[in-house]
């Protein structure tokens, strides 16, 4: 079975700053996928980044970088120069083969002008 | 925005009642997976649909039923609803296993 667990309910980050979301999992799958997902108000959710569990070197996209740490099951989002549109909800996931994804509870991401 | 798209946005339905929801697929996914995803929580998985086929599915129980049609879209049928089953459920849909799954905006389920 797969568990996701994200520790901060809610974090907060001055805009143009620099934040990190937390995210742990526990799986028993070798192969296997992790995701953070943004779900803002309008309630769709999209990909923010996806990290193959096979591949050591950290994904990122602009602004969006991941710390994976395979050993400690842990999978943290870190957020440069935050922007007002980052304030959303936030989900972390992990997928075995696509089949089903799990997430956590979310974190919720206020930005502070 | 994703080509995944739900209907109706929104609904309200008595207790007991069935309620049908549908889902369009992106162009060229064949796997459509559905999740229910409580007030302040995380999506749960309900099911997933590969090719026309059930191909996985959540801890939910049975009344919780879905089809895939030849065009990859898709339905999720409950049955004897009940006022826990209030919720926004989520549609996504990808190409084969191991790609990204895209999401529709959701339909929110209000039972009252």
């Known amino acids: 079975a797969q568990t996701v667990t994200q520790s901060q309910p809610e974090m907060s980050v001055q805009e143009a700053e620099t934040v990190t979301l937390s995210c742990t999992y526990d799986?028993?799958?070798?192969?296997?996928?992790l995701f953070w997902y943004k779900q803002p108000p309008s309630r769709q959710m999209i990909l923010v980044i996806r990290?193959?569990?096979?591949?050591?070197q950290n994904a990122t996209e602009n602004r969006f970088s991941v710390n994976f740490q395979k050993a400690a099951k842990s999978f943290s989002l870190k957020i440069s120069d935050s922007q007002l549109g980052d304030a959303a909800m936030y989900f972390c996931?992990?997928?075995?083969?696509?089949?089903?994804?799990?997430f956590g509870a979310g974190t919720r991401l206020t930005v502070k002008p | 925005e994703t080509g995944v798209t739900q209907s109706p946005t929104h609904l309200i339905k008595t207790r007991g009642q069935q309620v049908t929801l549908r889902c369009s697929s992106q162009?060229?996914?064949?796997?459509v997976s559905w999740y229910q995803q409580a007030l302040g929580q995380g999506p749960q998985f309900i099911f997933q649909?590969?090719?026309?086929?059930?191909?996985g599915r959540g801890n939910f129980p049975p009344r919780f039923s879905g089809l895939q049609f030849p065009n990859y879209s898709s339905e999720l049928n409950v049955n004897a609803l009940e006022l826990d089953d209030s919720a926004l459920y989520l549609c996504?849909?990808?190409?084969?296993?191991?790609?990204?799954?895209?999401f529709g905006q959701g339909t929110r389920l209000t039972v009252v």
């Open positions: 162009s060229g996914h064949n796997t």
């Open positions: 996504a849909s990808s190409p084969p296993p191991g790609s990204e799954a895209f």
């Open positions: 990290q193959e569990a096979y591949k050591q």
């Open positions: 799986t028993s799958e070798s192969d296997y996928y």
């Open positions: 996931a992990s997928s075995y083969n696509n089949n089903d994804m799990r």
């Open positions: 649909y590969y090719r026309e086929e059930e191909n």
